[in-house]
């Protein structure tokens, strides 16, 4: 895994937390805070491309939120797919590979079959990789490369002494994308909820109190141009010390 000094976040993932509360504190159904988070999902992908980050990875939908009311689910599946078909010819005008990362085989068949058209209309672009995860859990994903590095193992197309780091990083969904430079979480809750665990082993967090349907694009700008500010050591001691 190559590990190096970056001023500007090369892979930003973005939690986006808070629909629900954001809604409610306005007499809203919660569903009326995913309407506008979608929103707030076409703006920040437009920007992504313009503030340099060659990666952007957007949480929309963990293998918890399965157990949400059958009706936000419903809601959910639905904008997803309504997002699919209103962005892909615009995104790939823009140069945008997107690629979604999660556990397909629990969503809905039409769903899918959007999903794998964007892939396939996009897949030649590279000015910036999209990634959806949707139905999307780290220790899952985890467990699945575990298991397909057992098989090769077992069918005695890799030893076990040739499995090192980067074996499993191109094992997992996010395989051939670097690791997130910068993870942003909204809505003011300071956990990490299953969402890339092995890939953000050396990410700067951002826990910000906005709820997702108020995050901007200047507010993307901001956390981008605090990044340059840090210093990021991993492990090893400051340059002046
Ligand atoms: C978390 O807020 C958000 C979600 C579970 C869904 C995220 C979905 C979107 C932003 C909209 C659609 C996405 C795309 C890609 C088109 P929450 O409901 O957990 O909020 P709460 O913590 O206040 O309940």
Same mark, same amino acid.
């Not at 409610?24 to 569903?31: E, K």
């Given at each position: 895994? *190559?590990?190096?000094?970056?001023?500007?976040? $090369? $892979?930003?993932?973005?939690?986006?937390?808070?629909?629900? =509360? %954001?809604?409610?504190?306005?007499? =809203?159904? +919660?569903?009326?805070?995913?309407?506008?988070?979608? !929103? =707030?999902? +076409? !703006?920040?992908?437009?920007?992504?491309?313009?503030?340099?980050?060659?990666?952007?990875?957007?949480?929309?939908? @963990?293998?918890?939120? %399965?157990? #949400?009311?059958?009706?936000?689910?419903?809601?959910?599946?639905?904008?997803?797919? +309504?997002?699919?078909?209103?962005? /892909?010819?615009?995104?790939?005008?823009?140069?945008?590979?997107?690629?979604?990362?999660?556990?397909? @085989? $629990?969503?809905?068949?039409?769903?899918?079959?959007?999903?794998?058209?964007?892939?396939?209309?996009?897949?030649?672009?590279? #000015?910036?990789?999209?990634?959806?995860?949707?139905?999307?859990?780290?220790?899952?994903?985890?467990?699945?490369?575990?298991?397909?590095?057992?098989?090769? /193992?077992?069918?005695?197309?890799?030893?076990?002494?040739?499995?090192?780091?980067?074996?499993?990083?191109?094992?997992?969904?996010?395989?051939? /994308? &670097?690791?997130?430079?910068?993870?942003? +979480? *909204? @809505?003011?809750?300071?956990?990490?909820?299953?969402?890339?665990? %092995?890939?953000?082993?050396?990410?700067?967090?951002?826990?910000?109190?906005?709820?997702?349907?108020?995050?901007?694009?200047?507010?993307? *700008? !901001?956390?981008?141009? &605090?990044?340059?500010?840090?210093?990021?050591?991993?492990? &090893?001691?400051?340059? @002046?010390?």
């Amino acid at each position: 895994m *190559t590990v190096e000094e970056r001023k500007q976040p $090369h $892979h930003v993932a973005i939690i986006m937390d808070g629909n629900g =509360r %954001w809604a409610v504190r306005r007499g =809203r159904p +919660r569903t009326y805070g995913h309407h506008r988070g979608a !929103e =707030r999902v +076409r !703006e920040i992908v437009d920007i992504a491309p313009d503030l340099g980050i060659k990666v952007l990875t957007l949480f929309a939908f @963990s293998t918890e939120n %399965w157990n #949400r009311p059958g009706y936000e689910v419903r809601v959910l599946m639905s904008l997803f797919r +309504r997002y699919i078909a209103r962005e /892909v010819d615009g995104l790939d005008a823009e140069g945008v590979r997107v690629r979604f990362i999660g556990d397909r @085989s $629990h969503l809905p068949k039409n769903l899918v079959k959007l999903m794998e058209m964007m892939e396939a209309r996009t897949a030649g672009n590279t #000015r910036m990789v999209l990634q959806l995860a949707i139905s999307y859990g780290s220790r899952a994903e985890m467990t699945g490369a575990v298991q397909r590095l057992a098989v090769e /193992v077992a069918e005695g197309r890799l030893s076990p002494q040739d499995i090192d780091q980067d074996t499993i990083s191109g094992a997992m969904m996010t395989g051939g /994308v &670097a690791d997130p430079d910068l993870v942003v +979480r *909204t @809505s003011g809750e300071q956990r990490v909820s299953n969402f890339l665990l %092995w890939q953000s082993a050396y990410a700067e967090y951002a826990f910000i109190d906005e709820c997702w349907p108020d995050f901007t694009p200047e507010r993307l *700008t !901001e956390l981008v141009a &605090a990044f340059g500010q840090r210093e990021r050591r991993y492990g &090893a001691l400051a340059a @002046s010390s």
